[in-house]
């Protein structure tokens, strides 16, 4: 199958349905917020959300009601602190009960690379002398074969649809991301279908950077053109982290009055097109 061009809003009606797995990747900058904005609006529920550090979007996701189910490995507003719609969900059920896996890094990247690969587990070496495995019955020890020696395993992360955002996408759909990368290639691959979000549509990949990784069309299901649409987190090349916005959100997800509210202004009122200015005014109001 070879990736389709699509806009965001068929783009999550198509690929999200009600109960799936969505895996939204992008470390430090590359964030899909756009897409996440986008799954509120639809007003997706019960999904089981799984992100390596999941911080404002799946913050916005948990408290708009889409989640049932949260699997990561660090949790928080990066350089600000709590997530407070998270922390809400975990502890007054608001506005539901909010299930949580919690992994190291290390065994989510992992079991990314093992649901990519195919492979029905990850084998690796971790959680020796670790607490987690008292409270994740996801985690397990086995003896290795050909060695005696204990390792740690995890099933394979294989989500129903994994979405990303990138800096460009040619016109046959192929994806290039520049700049610092997590797992985001292993996300696409390991997942039935994926939603890649650009900031740019090109003609051709010119001057590639060692530092990109390139996914053919033939593993991704859209591609859609969504200038800004990891703001406020940075797309290198592109803008910069929206630092102010990251502080202000701290004072908005406290109250939820406050988020719901700030939903209602920017979230169901906004959409793509303008996705950068809703996001920068409310940051503005809040420094003023």
Sequence with gaps: MVAQFMSLKDAIATCVQDGDTVAMEGFTHLIPHAAGHEIIRQKKRDLTLIRMTPDMIYDQL??????????FSWGGNPGVGSLHRLRDAI??????????????????????????AGLPCAVFKGYRGAELP?????????ECPFTGERLAAVPAIRPDVAVVHAQKANRKGDILFEGIVG??????????????????????FNDVPFNAVMLPNWAVTAVVHVPGGAHPSYAQGYYKRDNAFYKAWDNIAKDRDS???????????GGPKDFEAPLKAQHSKAEA
Aim: proline share 3%; with cysteine; aromatic share 8%.
């Design 62 to 71: 948990i408290g708009a009601g889409c989640a049932k189910k949260l699997v």
């Design 91 to 116: 502890e007054n059920s608001w506005p539901r009960a909010l299930e949580i896996e919690e992994h190291s890094h290390a065994a989510m990247a992992n079991a990314y690379d093992a649901g990519a």
């Design 134 to 142: 008292r409270v994740n019955p996801n985690i397990k020890f086995i």
């Design 183 to 204: 797992v985001q290639k292993e996300a696409v691959l390991a997942a039935r279908k994926s939603i890649i979000t650009v900031e740019e549509i090109v003609d051709d």
């Design 259 to 269: 988020f719901n509210n700030w939903l209602d202004q920017h979230v169901f009122n």
